[in-house]
């Protein structure tokens, strides 16, 4: 299903590309355009989509650590990797070097050092954070894109637009406006005849929130609950009052009440609606425990109105239900998945009582994740699913997140390539079958994705490259990202270094991601990004699942998941001493470490 709306959204991008005054002079502002709406588009691969973080945001989680550190709330021991990732952030982000007019390098050392006193690493973290706030970062991203658009720059684009894309959705867009106001801007029917085109989408980003109220359709115990409600400004509208007009009233007519959230203050509709659902979640979990029976049902459809100046609601938006998180993922098609089950079934080796309930438990709480609602639910579900799988370590006093990190390890590095050059290679097909056809077809490999690392991997790069340019004026990201994967894996060491980096990231994240789970178990803390990390966390479940059915269907004999995670340390890390065994070139073996053979598919 996903592939097949990446297919529909490709073709209606490379179709809007002919109300462009001449796409090829406009190759920046048209690799600007695509690289957000791969960022923002709800399917892609958690790879290309922004970071949850970036310099500024990094500060501040930094000064929160060492906060937490005195309130005795967090550990000591988060200090050196929260540390660790914004000192890189800060030593690759551009605009920052442009924003912090102190010694950055000198800076950054004190920061690190950990013989220095904390009131002194304190200090220089809040002069960095003072120079790069998120509306000073914002301004000075706009100008200098702005600048390499113009140029075409594509390696600076892509680094800027990423950490822009971070800044807007850390100071409260939400992604659904940011996408759409990128289509908005440049795809439907727009005619762009210069990059100076690019000021009309920043303009839409504002740094004044707006008031908004927003109408929700429901059935359930509401109407009991009408004087609680008004403390959160959530009020109750008659049907059949005359401040609901008759469209209003159509939209919500299967609904036996309808609410009215007001003074919601957001930077956009979509924001807007979310918060507004929060409230209205907040009221109903309040009364869950005083009504255990009470079942609510909710509108997919909300009518959000931005409030003018005089209070009064004008310009009006119909958003539908934003999709859930849970459900950002590759999906298989009912009959592929019904004789996966099948085959999962017959096969699966794990054969014990309590190895089956282990892994049914892990099953139930990623079921649950589904089901849910709540943001904060969903996320608790999904760490205790993939912590109830990780063996216990033989090392007293070692750390559940310090296992976590170690036991998932050799499962999200040996997925990391194969499932980008999977896509890569749907994405060419989805773009021009017959030109991807064409070219693949001249390297070896039993399959497209095994062709595909070969034409990476070949001294005519660049030459077989035109191949995929030719006739083609708009295939910018495309080509893009195809020399980026050749950077990544033209050599071993290439691989190794991408590796290393990869599981840096995912440390750094599982980190956080930890923190952020004792902060809402322990005192109730709202995270603003918890969407992001949700779908992070659901994609390492996903993974070491999926790993573990394979592993445990395939017949080598792991009668545990023990068994399963063992076999993998042991896979990664004669991965890592094979891979470095290669000096300076492939010769021959490039499939082999690119795309691993860890387990068939079911």
């Not at 109220?213 to 959530?234: D, F, R, W």
């Not at 869950?288 to 009006?316: N, P, T, W, Y």
């Not at 079958?433 to 790069?461: I, P």
């Amino acid at each position: 299903l996903h592939l097949s709306i990446r297919r529909q959204r490709q073709m209606c991008i490379r179709d809007s590309f002919n109300h462009w005054d001449n796409a090829d002079s406009l190759r920046g502002l048209c690799f600007f355009t695509q690289l957000i709406d791969e960022m923002l588009f709800e399917y892609s691969l958690d790879s290309y989509k922004p970071s949850s973080m970036n310099s500024s945001s990094l500060c501040k989680e930094l000064l929160d650590v060492y906060q937490g550190v005195d309130d005795r709330t967090i550990n000591k021991s988060n200090i050196k990797p929260v540390t660790s990732e914004l000192c890189s952030a800060l030593e690759r982000d551009v605009v920052a070097k442009e924003l912090i007019d102190i010694p950055l390098f000198k800076c950054i050392k004190i920061i690190k050092d950990e013989k220095l006193s904390k009131e002194e690493r304190i200090s220089t973290i809040k002069l960095v954070r003072d120079r790069i706030s998120t509306d000073k970062y914002k301004k000075k991203s706009e100008e200098m894109i702005a600048i390499y658009v113009d140029s075409n720059d594509e390696d600076k684009i892509r680094s800027l637009t990423r950490n822009y894309i971070t800044t807007l959705l850390n100071m409260g867009f939400h992604r659904s406006y940011i996408y759409h106001g990128n289509l908005k801007a440049f795809f439907h029917n727009k005619k762009v005849v210069s990059c100076d085109h690019i000021h009309s989408f920043f303009s839409i980003f504002s740094s004044d929130q707006k008031k908004y109220s927003v109408y929700l359709g429901i059935n359930g115990v509401i109407p009991h609950l009408k004087e609680q409600m008004e403390a959160l400004q959530v009020l109750l509208v008659d049907k059949g009052s005359s401040s609901l007009k008759d469209r209003e009233r159509k939209q919500f007519e299967n609904f036996s009440e309808v609410l009215v959230v007001k003074e919601i203050l957001a930077f956009d509709e979509y924001s807007a609606r979310q918060l507004a659902e929060d409230r209205v979640g907040l009221v109903l979990s309040i009364a869950g425990l005083f009504h255990h029976k009470s079942m609510v049902e909710r509108s997919g459809q909300a009518i959000i109105f931005e409030i003018d100046r005089d209070g009064r609601e004008c310009k009006r938006h119909v958003l539908g239900r934003p999709t859930n998180p849970m459900h950002k993922c590759i999906d298989a098609k009912p009959q592929k998945a019904a004789k996966q089950f099948e085959k999962f079934m017959y096969n699966f080796s794990l054969g014990s009582r309590d190895q089956f309930l282990k892994f049914f438990r892990a099953a139930q709480l990623h079921s649950n994740a589904i089901s849910s609602e709540s943001h904060e639910s969903r996320f608790i579900s999904l760490w205790t699913a993939l912590e109830s799988l990780v063996p216990s370590s033989e090392e007293l006093n070692t750390p559940i997140v310090n296992q976590l990190i170690s036991a998932t390890t050799p499962f999200l590095s040996l997925d990391y390539l194969p499932r980008i050059i999977k896509r890569m290679v749907a994405d060419l097909y989805n773009w021009d079958f017959k030109m991807t056809r064409s070219v693949l077809g001249n390297f070896d490999g039993v399959n497209y994705s095994e062709r595909l690392v070969d034409f990476l991997v070949d001294d005519g790069f660049e030459e077989n490259l035109k191949g995929f340019s030719k006739g083609k004026s708009d295939f910018f990201l495309l080509i893009s990202r195809l020399r980026y994967l050749r950077s990544c894996v033209e050599s071993p060491a290439r691989v190794e270094k991408l590796l290393e980096n990869h599981g840096q990231r995912v440390s750094w994240q599982i980190r956080r991601i930890y923190r952020v789970r004792n902060k809402i178990v322990h005192d109730g803390s709202r995270y603003p990004q918890i969407e992001t990390l949700t779908e992070n966390l659901h994609d390492y479940l996903d993974i070491t699942m999926s790993y573990i059915v394979r592993l445990a269907c395939d017949g080598r004999k792991t009668n545990s998941i023990e068994d399963v995670f063992q076999l993998m340390r042991i896979l990664w890390a004669n991965y890592k001493e094979g891979l470095s065994l290669y000096d300076g070139s492939w010769s021959g073996k490039a499939v082999d470490y690119v795309l691993p053979r860890i387990a068939p598919p079911l």
